[in-house]
Structures are given as structure tokens and as C-alpha cells.
């Protein structure tokens, strides 16, 4: 069982490292057990080329619970997973990529969420309704990563989520889902919002009104 999830991470891993969204070790993925303990990436991995050794299983508290390499690790980003699997019960998979679109997007706008255009893809992400006025919720990226899952905990205590993702500036998105099959498309969709921002940036499209 245990097994079967880190198929679907390193699967996933090597679909986003082909899409350029894991590259030089960029990224980290975790998926869920029924007993609350997650498996997620070692930190410093090759994202493409993941293999059962390069996880880490830890339990909600943040300890190591199982090892396949003992000097390894755990994601240097495993407070955001540990903020997720906490602030989102339901939550069985939570993804983080790096894109290029991401990090341009994140430079759009100087306050702390990015709208989201009217489109179609929307519905991806749970949002069903005419002329949708979403945001995703933007983070600092501060050197010290606890503070960002810090900052996030507390966002999400008083505001729940549009869609479920968030972005920190100048880094990347994060997505939870209730399924790693769920996340994966969810960081799909995600990615295709942002390519669409900034293509529609570069035609000088007015994204309030849709098009
Ligand atoms: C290319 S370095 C990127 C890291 O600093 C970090 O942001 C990241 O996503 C991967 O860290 P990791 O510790 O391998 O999970
Ligand atoms: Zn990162």
C-alpha cells in the first residue's frame, strides 16, 4: 500500500520534471497514508529520476517514521506539507513545482493574491460558477521555511481556500488534493491559468472582463 503511493509521486515527479517544473532537484511531492503519515521526497533529489529510496515517511507530528536511506533528508519544505495535511483533513496529496510561469506570474502583482481569469479550466479546481472571481493566495518567500508554513497555518485558520492551491513569490505553487491523481491534474490546471496570464499579458488582454 505504502509502496503504491510513492508509484504515483515518482510517476508524477518524472511528468513534471519533463514539463521543466522539477528541475536541478526543484520541487517536492507527499502523499498520505490512512494512518496520517505522509511519504514524501528526500530533499536534494534528482525529481526526475526518483526511485522507492528517495522518500521519507514521517508521521503529522513532523517525525521520521520510516528511512530507506538512513543519511537521507526529509524535503527541506516539509513544514508547507506538514501546514497542508493540518489546515486540510481531507487533503491525501500535497504537490509543489517550480515553473517559470509561476514565478512570473508571482511578480504581477505587489499584494498577496493573484486573480484568476473567467475560464473554462476553472471548473478543474471545484470552481463552478458564472464569471468566477477567484484569487490564489500569494506568500512571502522567506529564507527561513517554517515561517512560510507559519504564515500559511494562519491564512487558512481565518480564509478558506477559492482553489486549492496557493502560490509563494518568486518559488512556486503548492496544490492538495484528496487524491495524488487529484493533485496531479490540479497542478496542471494550475500551470495552464498561469501560462494563459502571461500570454495574455503579452496581448495586452484586460483579464477582468474575460475574453
Ligand atoms: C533548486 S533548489 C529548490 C529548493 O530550495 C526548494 O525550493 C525545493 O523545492 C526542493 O527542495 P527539497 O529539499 O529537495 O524538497
Ligand atoms: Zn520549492
Redesign the pocket.
Known amino acids: 500500500m505504502s509502496g503504491d503511493l510513492r508509484s504515483d509521486l515518482i510517476a508524477a515527479a518524472k511528468h513534471f520534471y519533463d514539463r521543466g517544473w522539477m528541475?536541478?532537484?526543484?520541487?517536492?511531492l507527499s502523499a498520505r497514508l490512512a494512518d496520517g503519515s505522509f511519504w514524501?521526497?528526500?530533499?536534494?533529489?534528482a525529481?526526475g529520476q526518483l526511485t522507492e529510496a528517495d522518500f521519507i515517511r514521517m508521521n503529522s507530528d513532523g517525525a521520521i517514521v520510516e528511512q530507506p536511506v538512513p543519511d537521507s533528508?526529509?524535503?527541506?519544505?516539509?513544514s508547507i506539507h506538514l501546514a497542508v495535511y493540518n489546515c486540510f483533513p481531507d487533503a491525501k496529496a500535497c504537490y509543489?513545482v517550480?515553473s517559470i510561469e509561476a514565478n512570473l506570474v508571482s511578480r504581477l502583482t505587489a499584494g498577496d493574491a493573484v486573480p484568476l481569469p473567467a475560464i473554462e479550466m476553472l471548473k478543474g479546481l471545484g470552481v463552478w460558477e458564472e464569471n468566477p472571481q477567484v484569487s490564489i493566495p500569494l506568500f512571502t518567500n522567506y529564507l527561513e521555511v517554517p515561517k512560510i508554513a507559519k504564515e500559511i497555518c494562519e491564512f487558512f485558520a481565518i480564509c478558506a481556500p477559492s482553489v486549492p492551491a496557493l502560490l509563494i513569490r518568486d518559488?512556486?505553487i503548492t496544490v492538495w488534493a484528496d487524491s495524488p491523481a487529484a493533485a496531479y491534474n490540479y497542478v496542471e490546471i494550475v500551470e495552464y491559468i498561469f501560462r494563459y496570464t502571461i500570454a495574455a499579458r503579452q496581448l495586452n488582454l484586460d483579464l477582468r472582463f474575460g475574453i
Open positions: 528541475v536541478g532537484t526543484a520541487g517536492n514524501i521526497t528526500a530533499s536534494g533529489r525529481k533528508r526529509p524535503s527541506a519544505e516539509t509543489h517550480h518559488h512556486g
